[in-house]
């Protein structure tokens, strides 16, 4: 059960990136998570997400702006 938890917890923190860069960068969240798929960023936020749970809220947003900046996006 505790498994489920942490699962449903990583996706909350891509959801919240998504919300969050969407509405930074005025795009739906659509186009933003196709974005962070294409270049790996939801599934680098569920790696990190021992660190990011314990971030600001908007601390996800910032790593994925970070990344994508990294890569010239």
Same mark, same amino acid.
């Given at each position: ?10 996706? #909350? ?19 933003? #998570? ?40």
């Amino acid at each position: 059960m505790e498994r489920i938890t942490t699962e449903r917890a990583k996706n #909350l923190l891509v959801v919240v990136a998504v919300e969050e860069y969407s509405k930074r960068h005025k795009i739906s969240a659509h186009e933003t #998570l196709e974005l962070f798929v294409k270049f790996g960023i939801t599934d680098l936020i569920r790696q990190c997400y021992e660190t990011l749970h314990t971030q600001d809220i908007y601390e996800c947003a910032d790593f994925a702006e970070d990344i994508l900046k990294r890569k010239n996006v």
